[in-house]
């Protein structure tokens, strides 16, 4: 449910532990992994896509949370990051730019019955694409409205870290 087994084998095969397990649990344990680091694979994939399809357009993303983590290649290995979805931030200038640009682009939202969307929310609803892995949260915010301001926009893109031609939250 906490997206933590892929971790968990990890630091258990770093340290050597994975002969103390039932066969049947390190089977099941590998298959996981295998598919993630497979799944991890394709998001950074089309995380470094998406990145050059907004550069394009002079559209500067952040990407954030997990997907910049695995982009920033902090982990030993990849599989022990389980995520879903792709996150970036964008200015309050460019973040309806970004929203057009990927819907030209094949990306849409998944239920067209609900068009509302509040401008109090942290980011766009999630778009996908056919035939790719993850769903792309536009985030015009990262936090909450009670606390945006404490952790803004502006406060990231002056620590924002350029990892192979990738803007990450520093």
């Known amino acids: 449910g906490h997206y933590v087994f892929p971790a968990m084998y990890c630091a258990l095969k770093r340290e050597g532990f994975l002969t103390y397990l039932p ?6 344990m590998e298959h996981v992994a295998d ?3 497979d799944r991890n694979t394709q998001i950074i994939s089309q995380a470094q896509e998406l990145n050059t399809l907004l550069l394009s357009h002079n559209i500067t993303p952040i990407f954030i949370k997990g997907t910049a983590n695995l982009l920033a290649g902090l982990y030993s290995d ?3 990051r389980m995520g879903g979805d792709i996150d ?7 973040y309806p730019k970004a929203i057009r640009v990927l819907k030209e682009n094949g990306y849409y939202k998944r239920e067209e019955k609900n068009e509302f969307f509040s401008p109090w929310s942290k980011h766009y ?3 996908i ?7 792309v949260e536009v985030h015009n ?4 409205e009670a606390y945006r301001d404490l952790f803004t926009y502006g406060f990231v893109k002056k620590n924002i870290q350029i990892v192979n031609g990738v803007s990450l939250l520093s």
Do not use: G, Y
Request: no cysteine; charged share 25%.
């Open 23 to 28: 066969q049947e649990l390190l089977n099941f």
């Open 35 to 37: 598919t993630n680091r």
């Open 78 to 80: 990849i599989t022990e």
């Open 88 to 94: 970036f931030l964008f200015s309050s200038q460019d």
């Open 125 to 127: 609803p999630r778009l």
């Open 129 to 135: 694409k056919k035939d790719h892995i993850a769903a």
């Open 141 to 144: 915010a990262i936090l909450v």
